[in-house]
């Protein structure tokens, strides 16, 4: 099937969900980059429009095809293919091919090797489906971060099985990629100051590839790699962080201190319907443990609020928690109740505006802890890695080591000038309950 044709097509992408999502987008990427294609970011100008799209939540999978309707539009102009790709057809193909017929090709989630001859046969043959037809770890990326961070996805699919997820039923089971392979992706990504480990969970990596845990192992090789600055690591399940681990934390000089780790919830019983491995005291003692060895570490976390049958009482409970507990991050999140997933079938589901309700009061918890944590920096100089500019306040913007990109706060500060990728001290004047402000230096009014 002759393919030289789509050379001269102008690609465009929108990528939804999550960063380990934002990945696949980049193989997608990579393959119309390998073809010698051109790639825009003008999506009113692609000839191939791809939507890579999230099916976690039910709001996911609605934005997902908000999007590729949207995308439809564009069919009076230069748009004569669109691509529907990701966790939304890996999952809901057979009710999605037929359906929403706006989409041409449809792809799963490791499909970006087929991606050129699925196009083919969509100008030869109309709509097709593809999905399950690529292979499954492919290293070339182009990256849609900034040039001075990027993402390693160590690992796909999920053996954890919490009762409100529907992850393993869209990825499958938990699958480690080798190590060669990831040391040599990362080798490729170019000088980074900041490279991010992630996976549905990270602690297990190497597991069912190598039958032990080899986590440290592959921070360790990772670490080695002239090209990498640093290392930070998100989504760590609490039951698997090890003494191996925290040492290597605390020991490596490339390590950033700082950790992701999901909770979910606080109390036994909610996370014993959850299916998710742990106590309140065993999470109090984790905390406790990661701070002894390592002083300075930064502890992110998730919580689900209105989880089927969360008590008042346990959502009061779940709020002392993080008065006690005081990490640095938190995401908050109203529990979604997801089809084919054992919650799903619960009784004593709280209502929509319940759990709203318990998410708006855990924020205002955790910002006051914020606040008091980030006030703490005031009048003191920190090390801040600048990601860009605030174009609108006429200031530049970075990240401290406490901060990953995109899910925490930033680090506004002035300065006479500043480089993308390059870390500055800078002088801490002021904060709100989510962000720092300073100035550097050499900076004059």
Known sequence: MATDFLKNKKFGMISLGCDKNRVDGERLLDVIRSHGAEITDDISEANILIVNTCAFLEESRKEAIDTVLECDRYRGGALEKLVVAGCLPEKYIGELFPSLTEGDIFLGCSDAE?????????????RVNYVGQGCEHLQGR???????YAYLKIADGCNNFCTY???PKIRGRY????????TEEAASLGDLSELILVAQDVTRY????YGKRRL???IR?????ENIGSVRLLYCYPDVIDDALIAEMRDNPKVIKYIDIPLQHSEDR?????NRKGTRAEYLALIKKLRDNIPEISIRSTFIAGFPSETEEESAALAAFLEEAQLTNCGFFAYSREPETPAYKLKEQIPKRIKEKRVKQLYRVQEKISAKYLSGFVGKKIEVLCDGIDYENERFEGRAYFSAPEIDGKVYFHARQACQGEYYTVLITGHDSYDLFGVTEDYQE
Do not use: F, Q
Request: negative net charge; hydrophobic residues 50%; aromatic residues 6%.
């Open 114 to 126: 087929a991606l050129w001859g699925a196009l083919a046969s969509s100008y030869e043959n109309g």
């Open 221 to 225: 090789a990772l670490s080695a790699l």
């Open 270 to 274: 909610i996370l014993k319907r959850m």
């Open 165 to 167: 997820c529907l992850i």
């Open 206 to 209: 190497g597991e069912d590839l």
């Open 216 to 218: 440290v192992d592959l």
């Open 142 to 148: 182009v990256l849609t971060t900034p040039a001075h």
């Open 175 to 182: 699958r480690s990629y080798p190590m060669e392979e990831l």
